[in-house]
Each structure stands twice: as structure tokens, then as C-alpha cells.
């Protein structure tokens, strides 16, 4: 029986498995990451919703509402120090193991149900959307925020317009931050903690791309894509790359690719290999997107973490003229190029 009904539909992946298979043999990883989404299938139907269907290292789910889904990732987030020690022989034995990483992804919109399966826009969105999500992450389109309390609201961060795979339209996501525990807060007996410093801004270097961003501004999204707020042609480079967020007083790098993303800071040898993962950007040093920035013909993005103590924003007039790789002259978006300083 065909059917079409309206609801949330939520896409996990479960990263780090591979190296599991390397550590522990196909048997007892296999086991784990089994367990691993049996536990995530319990959480999606304590919360109200039905899996869809699993898929190797995470599954498919709906929810008839919003508010559930969130829930069930909030649940499927905190549930991931138990997934480690599933089916490893004990908690010796699963010490030593890379932590498995939890990537979810949500749309709402209506879709067809056929023969147990679902199809349709948000369905695809959904899957999409998951290739964004840096690891410990859930993403949500903004239809999935019209159907929370403003309260529930409050908890994501716009991450503006994305690229998604496939589709020719960008579409709106935002980010859902951890949920608040207990004593998690900036009130204390003494009164309110320090206000958040002022946010500094980072300065981007490709080519003749050069291009600040304030905290404000944030989070930008470095890709191939034309509709990437940094666009970097370069086909080594996926259509949305990495993503800089500006985030507990520190500017934040996240991979968002398949090929990986590559920090090398000034003055430290070592180059730090982000795979969906992220790592904190200070000081200054480049960006390597796809490759290592060690081949001066990479796709590399320099960086300069700044403060404006002593700089004055330009003119709109004095911005770069427009370039290639979709500099687009005056930014619309709150980045300036400070007063005096020199890439």
C-alpha cells in the first residue's frame, strides 16, 4: 500500500569503525558496531519513532514529530561512551579503542511510503545532510526547526544555506547545540560568570581571495561549490569542504569531507589530519583542502587568527576588487579587511 505522510526523518552514521576492524578482527567489531545500532534503533522507539531501515553503521528512522527526533539524538549523543564496550569481551578489553563517532541528520517534509520504505524530498535531503555533519554532530534543515517550541529553538545555531549533493536549490541548516546539564551555566551564587570576550576575526588567504571574518559573521563554509561562502575552484576540493565556526570563544575547524582537511600551524612541523573531525585554529598557519599542504600547487588555505585592538574597519570601496573563484568584491556578510595589515 502506497502512501504519503508527513513526519521527521533522521539519518545516523556511526564513524570510527574502520579502525575498529583494524584493532579488534571482523568478529567482535562486527559485534560491536551490530550492537552499536541496535542501541540507536532502541533509542528511536523509546522516543516514538520507527526505523526505517538499518544501514551497515547507522540507520533510517521518522518521527511524527520534531520534538521527538531531537530528543532521540540528544539520547543518541549521550548513549555513546555505553557504544564503545559493546560486545568487546569487557571494559580491559575496550579501553585502548578508538571512540566511535555519531554523525545525525534531520529533515521534515512530507514523503511516500511504499512497501516499508520511504521515499521523497525529505528523504534525500536527510541522507544528503548527513555528509555535512562533522563527527558528534546533528544538523537539521529549517523545517525541522518550524516544529519545535521557541525554548527548542534556542538550541541551534544557523549555519546558513549549504550545497547538498544532487540538488540544485541550497538549503538552510542548522547546527543543535548539547543540550544543558545541570550546573552547565554562567550564573553561580557570586552572580553572572565573565561576559564571552569579544570575538577577534580570521583572515582567509587563497590566491588573491583574501577575505576577514568576525565572529558575527560566522560560521563560513569553505568549498568548490559557488554557493560556498568561500568558494575555492579546485576540483581536489569537495563542494563543502570544511566549515569555521566561531564557538566557546575560539574559532573551530571542521572537516566536512571525503578526502579530509590538514592544519599545519606556523612555526610546528606537524600537520594534524582532520577526518570530520575538528581542531581549534590560533596563531596563524594553512589549511590543506583534500591534500597536505606540503605541495605548494595543493589547494591550501593560509589562516591568521587577529584581534582589532588597534585596526578600523575599510570602506566598502577598499575591499578587494572583485577575482576569480567567486570573490564577489564588498562583503555582504560582516567580514572586512582591517586597517593597516597585509596579507
Not at 541496535?38 to 526505517?52: P, Y
Not at 540528544?74 to 566511535?100: K, N, W, Y
Not at 555519531?102 to 512497501?115: P, T
Request: charged share 20%.
Amino acid at each position: 500500500m502506497t502512501q504519503i505522510v508527513e513526519g521527521t526523518i533522521l539519518f545516523t552514521d556511526l564513524r570510527g569503525s574502520t579502525s575498529l576492524y583494524e584493532t579488534l578482527g571482523n568478529t567482535e567489531a562486527t559485534a560491536v558496531v551490530t550492537q552499536s545500532v541496535a542501541l540507536l534503533a532502541h533509542i528511536v522507539r523509546t522516543r516514538s519513532g520507527r526505523v526505517v531501515k538499518t544501514l551497515g553503521d547507522g540507520l533510517m528512522a521518522i518521527f511524527h514529530e520534531s520534538a521527538s527526533a531531537i530528543q532521540a539524538a540528544d539520547e543518541m549523543h549521550e548513549s555513546l561512551e555505553r557504544i564503545g564496550p559493546l560486545g568487546t569481551g569487557g571494559l580491559a578489553a575496550s579501553a585502548q579503542l578508538p571512540p566511535l563517532k555519531l554523525q545525525v541528520a534531520l529533515a521534515h517534509g512530507e514523503v511516500v511510503e511504499m512497501a516499508g520504505d520511504l521515499f521523497g524530498d525529505a528523504v534525500n535531503v536527510a541522507a544528503r545532510l548527513l555528509d555535512h555533519a562533522g563527527d558528534n554532530e546533528t544538523l537539521a534543515t529549517v523545517n525541522v526547526l518550524n516544529g519545535l517550541s521557541e525554548k527548542e529553538k534556542a538550541r541551534f545555531r544557523s549555519l546558513d544555506r549549504m550545497q547538498l549533493r544532487g540538488r540544485a536549490e541550497p538549503v538552510h541548516v542548522h547546527l543543535l547545540e548539547p543540550e544543558r546539564k545541570f550546573g552547565d551555566t554562567a550564573t553561580t551564587a557570586f552572580g553572572d560568570m565573565a561576559v564571552v570576550p569579544e570575538p577577534e576575526g580570521i583572515r582567509l588567504v587563497w590566491l588573491d581571495l583574501n577575505r576577514v571574518y568576525t565572529g558575527a559573521s560566522l560560521p563560513v563554509v569553505l568549498g568548490r561549490s559557488p554557493q560556498a561562502a568561500y568558494c575555492i575552484d579546485d576540483n581536489r576540493v569537495s563542494r563543502s569542504h570544511a566549515r569555521i565556526d566561531w564557538h566557546g570563544g575560539t574559532f573551530q575547524l571542521t572537516d566536512l569531507s571525503y578526502n579530509g582537511t590538514y592544519v599545519r600551524f606556523d612555526n610546528d612541523p606537524e600537520i594534524i589530519s582532520l577526518r570530520r573531525g575538528s581542531c581549534t585554529l590560533h596563531a596563524s598557519g594553512i589549511i590543506g583542502l583534500g591534500t597536505a599542504p606540503v605541495d605548494p600547487m595543493s589547494p591550501s588555505v593560509r589562516f591568521e587568527v587577529m584581534k582589532f585592538g588597534d585596526t578600523q574597519p575599510q570602506r566598502a570601496s577598499e575591499f578587494a576588487p572583485n577575482g576569480q573563484n567567486g570573490q564577489a568584491g564588498p562583503n555582504l556578510h560582516g567580514e572586512h579587511e582591517p586597517h593597516g595589515r597585509k596579507a
